[in-house]
């Protein structure tokens, strides 16, 4: 009689992963091997859950997978638009310490997104353009950017804001996650402050 052991099985599942075991006639199996396989919720002959694992395809484990490597994949892209926000606020601390204050609180909100902060509902402010009921629905931009507005005062500080709003709102539409929305609105308050002072440039 050969036993087969824990050991034996780690070895095994390391070349190539399986999820049941056939024991061969004149083999069985160490309690630690047992153990092993019911811990990796792999099939075996002599276990009474066989049967009830057996059903369970192999399918269903891919798409979990393909979720986790989809759900990684969006982490690693808010953390690297979280830099682009530290990285203009650095840029802006030279010309514009409140609006490099802004940016930078922006980015520490961006890391509560599909979390629930406490002070969420008093973090932006209303203008003509948008209040604190609408502040998390979708809207276009206030007006296009382009070389006119870059060539102006605070050309390099539109420039930088719409570039962070182009990359939220990618990522939000890649995400299909509407808690984005809040971030979009107030860099656009931002953009319409910087070009046109307190005068509202919504059409």
């Given at each position: 009689m050969k036993f087969i052991?824990?050991?034996?099985?780690?070895?095994?599942?390391?070349?190539?992963p399986f999820t049941s075991y056939d024991?061969?006639?004149?083999?069985?199996?160490?309690?630690?091997?047992?153990?092993?396989?019911?811990?990796k919720k792999i099939s075996f002959l002599d276990d009474p859950m066989a049967v009830k694992r057996k059903t369970v395809k192999p399918e269903v484990k891919k798409e979990e997978t393909k979720q986790e490597m989809k759900d990684q994949r969006f982490l690693l892209k808010k953390k690297t638009l979280q830099a682009q926000f530290l990285e203009a606020g650095l840029s802006f601390m030279e010309r514009d310490v409140l609006l490099a204050e802004q940016v930078f609180d922006l980015e520490r909100r961006l890391s509560f997104v599909g979390k629930e902060s406490p002070d969420e509902e008093n973090a932006f402010e209303s203008c003509t353009g948008f209040d604190k009921e609408d502040f998390h629905k979708p809207f276009s931009d206030c007006f296009e950017i382009t070389g006119?507005?870059?060539?102006?005062?605070?050309?390099?500080?539109?420039?930088?804001l719409h570039r962070?709003?182009?990359?939220?709102?990618?990522?939000?539409?890649?995400?299909?996650?509407?808690?984005?929305?809040?971030v979009i609105n107030r860099l656009s308050q931002m953009i319409c402050?910087?070009?046109?002072?307190?005068?509202?440039?919504?059409?």
């Open positions: 052991t824990e050991d034996d099985l780690r070895i095994l599942f390391r070349k190539e024991l061969l006639e004149g083999t069985r199996l160490t309690p630690g091997a047992r153990q092993f396989l019911v811990d006119f507005h870059a060539q102006s005062e605070k050309g390099r500080e539109i420039v930088l962070l709003r182009c990359s939220v709102r990618e990522l939000a539409a890649e995400a299909e996650d509407e808690n984005f929305n809040p402050l910087a070009y046109g002072g307190k005068a509202c440039q919504r059409k």
